[in-house]
């Protein structure tokens, strides 16, 4: 059989056993687990002949629901095999042919990033975010800016300007979520962004000041938001590239997604239960 070259989709939970996603020489990742799954069981022989590539990284504690990664296969994928050697937070669930040198990194036409901020629950500090005032700031957010103030500040020499193609809240079930759209983004640049908008919604800074940031005569440093709460939602591709879903991958991804749903319940009216002391 011809060896053929493969985008795959793909999800992970991030948590602190994985050292965010891009490959590290002393600690494991999310990489780690996808390329040994892929040894394992037989479908690439060596990283360079397989040339593997991921479309987009991201930092520990991070998460992904559609993150995409490349590579010429020595068979025809059948996921649930690949995902029958990987822990049950990672997992592969569509793919599609590409041509030999498609690069799911550069390929891609934009990455789709969510962020999720809890609101208070039974609180009045829920009333403390101005939401008119941060989807103001949103607007500004796009187009072409200069993200410097926006992002982790890098060793080398990176270019900082980018064009922000959506920037958007909206108030669900007591969280702010956030949307973000863009072809590429910085180190940190999402968290970055999302703790400037929290702040101009606590009132805690201005329109102005906040626009002051895209100004690169100096760096500004601060706390990035908690990367906890960031997924990489998607990755979007021309029309070119039809993903083919895996039904049983879908189905092993969703009962994961449906199991931690239901003990994360349990947990949570656990915690709420021991804050009340009249409970007989």
Same mark, same amino acid.
Request: proline share 2%; glycine share 4%.
């Given at each position: ?46 990283? &360079? ?18 993150? @995409? ?26 793919? @599609?042919?590409?041509? !030999? ?12 990033? &969510? ?7 039974? !609180? ?13 700031? @949103? ?5 072409? !800016? ?8 890098? &060793? +080398? ?50 329109? +102005? ?19 906890? @709460? ?45 804050? !009340?002391?009249?409970?007989?």
């Amino acid at each position: 059989m011809e060896r053929q070259r493969y985008l795959i989709k793909f999800y992970y939970i991030g948590s602190g056993k994985y050292f965010g996603s891009q490959r590290q020489l002393e600690f494991e990742t999310i990489e780690d687990r996808i390329i040994a799954s892929l040894l394992e069981k037989e479908y690439i022989k060596d990283l &360079k002949s397989a040339g593997f590539e991921v479309a987009s990284r991201t930092d520990r504690f991070v998460s992904a629901r559609g993150a @995409c990664f490349s590579f010429i296969s020595e068979k025809f994928p059948i996921l649930m095999e690949i995902n029958s050697a990987l822990p049950r937070d990672i997992g592969l669930w569509a793919y @599609c042919k590409v041509h !030999h040198d498609f690069l799911s990194r550069f390929n891609a036409q934009y990455r789709h990033y &969510k962020y999720i901020f809890p609101l208070p629950i039974g !609180h009045e500090e829920s009333k403390v975010y101005d939401f008119r005032l941060m989807a103001k700031a @949103c607007e500004i957010f796009e187009g072409r !800016h200069d993200f410097l103030n926006f992002s982790k500040r890098e &060793k +080398e020499d990176i270019n900082t300007i980018r064009d922000i193609l959506l920037a958007t809240l909206k108030v669900e079930d007591q969280f702010i979520i956030f949307d973000f759209k863009s072809k590429a983004f910085l180190r940190q640049q999402i968290r970055r962004m999302v703790a400037k908008l929290l702040e101009v919604g606590k009132r805690e800074s201005n329109l +102005e000041s906040f626009t002051s940031l895209f100004s690169s005569d100096g760096y500004t440093s601060y706390q990035p938001a908690d990367p906890t @709460c960031l997924i990489l939602w998607d990755i979007m591709y021309d029309e070119n590239v039809q993903f083919i879903i895996d039904l049983k991958s879908r189905e092993r991804m969703n009962q994961f997604f449906s199991d931690e749903f239901y003990k994360f319940n349990i947990k949570q009216m656990l915690f709420k239960i021991l804050q !009340h002391d009249n409970i007989s």
